[in-house]
């Protein structure tokens, strides 16, 4: 499972759309107990739930994403800086900007909420459509599927005009899953041979592949304000970390000791990078700093593996863990 973690880890974000939940029960396969360290944790649980998982943090540490309830049912929450936590209707809010609007899918619609709690949804006409990030401008990227299966990309402007694209050599699957403020894009497509690669989509619409040299697979999962990119690749059948420059420069990189993985997902203004690492047996939660060294650390309380998700430009990094009680999401403050 582990040398196929990049498929499967594709496999988890297309299956989102419909089933934005099924990842939490991936990453709980994949886990053990971790060593406690010093760091500030916050952990906390929605009101009435078996399990709570962030999705995004914004500059005041605001947090979206999802909890379920007794019945297997998804509901979206927000939770602000000082800990209130409003629940609303929708299956999961993936992002939250710098105001407090959120975007997410909500059963075959993607969707905008204000910060008062007025839920915008909008799609491609006969077509499932998804959102999985807005920036401060209220711009919001996703993707729509048609009845034969085939997934572009979309962009959607704030004043609500959608644009749907594909990246080059892509005949079936273009996910964009990451935004930054200026409107510049980051995600994978699938080319014919069913093999991921990245790219980069420009504000002017233009779209740049990439590989980090000798890829099997590449995801590209996290953009900051310069347009740095982040994510994973599978060299030697293992998941490996990069970090591509505006520029197109790429570096790559694995925590030490993760010898069953290193999956980068998130960067901030600061290029600080979030993810989780595997070694022999358990999953860690880790950042790499700007100059290239790693801090590792495990959620308190954590039996099954400690998964980040997102950091913001404070390096508060939020994520969610699993115990004998379900899951829950905590904050890291460093």
């Known amino acids: 499972m582990i040398a196929h973690r990049t498929e499967d880890t594709r496999n988890v974000i297309v299956a989102r759309r419909a089933f934005r939940h099924a990842f939490v029960f991936l990453a709980a396969a994949l886990a053990l107990p971790t060593a406690l360290r010093a760091e500030q944790f916050t952990i906390f649980d929605v009101p009435d739930s078996v399990g709570t998982f962030p999705q995004s943090i914004n500059a005041k540490s605001a947090v979206t994403g999802f909890s379920v309830d007794v019945n297997g049912i998804a509901h979206g929450f927000v939770r602000a800086a000082d800990g209130t936590i409003v629940s609303f209707k929708a299956n999961d809010p993936v992002s939250i900007n710098a105001t407090g609007w959120t975007a997410g899918t909500f059963g075959s619609q993607a969707f905008l909420r204000s910060p008062q709690g007025k839920i915008k949804k909008f799609e491609v006409k006969k077509q499932i459509t998804g959102a999985t990030a807005t920036n401060d401008d209220e711009q919001v990227i996703g993707d729509t599927t048609d009845g034969d299966g085939i997934t572009p990309g979309l962009f959607r402007d ?8 594909d990246a080059p050599d892509s005949p079936q699957q ?47 999962l996290g953009i900051n304000a310069s347009g740095q990119v982040t994510g994973n690749y599978v060299v030697n059948n293992v998941e ?95």
């Open 158 to 165: 704030a004043d609500g005009t959608i644009t749907v694209f």
């Open 240 to 334: 490996t970390g990069f970090l591509r420059e505006a520029n197109g420069k790429i570096k790559t990189f694995r925590v030490p000791g993760a010898v069953n993985g290193t999956l980068a997902g998130a960067i901030n203004k600061h290029g600080v990078i979030a993810g989780s690492c595997l070694d022999d047996t358990t999953r860690h939660g880790f950042l790499r700093l700007a100059d290239g060294t790693f801090v590792q650390f495990d959620a308190p309380g954590a039996t099954q593996g400690t998964n980040p998700v997102a950091l913001n430009d404070s390096d508060v990094t939020v994520g969610f863990f699993f115990d004998d009680k379900g899951g829950h999401g905590f904050l890291r403050t460093p």
């Open 174 to 220: 273009t996910v964009p899953i990451a935004l930054n403020k200026d409107g510049t894009a980051a995600g994978y497509f699938v080319d014919s041979e069913g093999r991921d690669h990245g790219f980069v989509r420009l504000s002017d619409g233009s779209i740049q592949a990439f590989d980090p040299s000798h890829s099997k697979d590449t995801l590209a």
